[in-house]
């Protein structure tokens, strides 16, 4: 069965530094894609970044990195240069295997960007 | 990305009426939308996938008596939360996949609460 764990419940860190939140993965399907969503207090659901698993390379959008580790089954999130709006919860997701396309997610994290 | 829109954002409606929250895709045409609820500080569950003019498909342990999904056209599907009780109180959020990305858009969510 496919899963996504994401073991840090909370966490901080200070502004203007680098911050990376975990998310491991579990299936045996080859090919699978992995997304990071970022949801503030207003409750919107907010995509930030997409990797895929034949992708080559790590994925980045901005201040965003994916990085990616097939053999460990890790997709941790890199947010760098952190800002106080950067302060919410974090999920990561899996895209189901059932070629449905739904979503399974991680536990989340909920970031504290401390000024 | 794409854009999903909810509506109503927030409602307050007392024990036994029933509730509708309506789900749309304003880009594009999203043959399959998705149902979520999350509890404060809790993941996304997963409730039903919307088929664009088929039955809905529910997750194990969802009513679908209770929960009544309707997707009409490509741009629109219904979630109808019938003789909603206390226990019904969430935060319901929908999705659509973005073609040709298969990224997946969130709607603003909608929150519920009976009383």
Redesign the interface.
Known sequence: AQKITQTQPGMFVQEKEAVTLDCTYDTSDPSYGLFWYKQPSSGEMIFLIYQGSYDQQNATEGRYSLNFQKARKSANLVISASQLGDSAMYFCAMRDSSNTGKLIFGQGTTLQVKP | ?AVVSQHPSRVICKSGTSVKIECRSLDFQAT?M?WYR?FP????M?MA?SNEGSKA?YEQGVEKDKFLINHASLTLSTLTVTSAHPEDSS?Y?C?S?GRP?????????T?LTVL
């Open positions: 990305g399959t998705f999350q500080k809790q993941s996304l997963l996938t498909t935060f959020i999705s996949h990305t298969d990224t997946q858009y969130f709607g603003p969510g929150r």
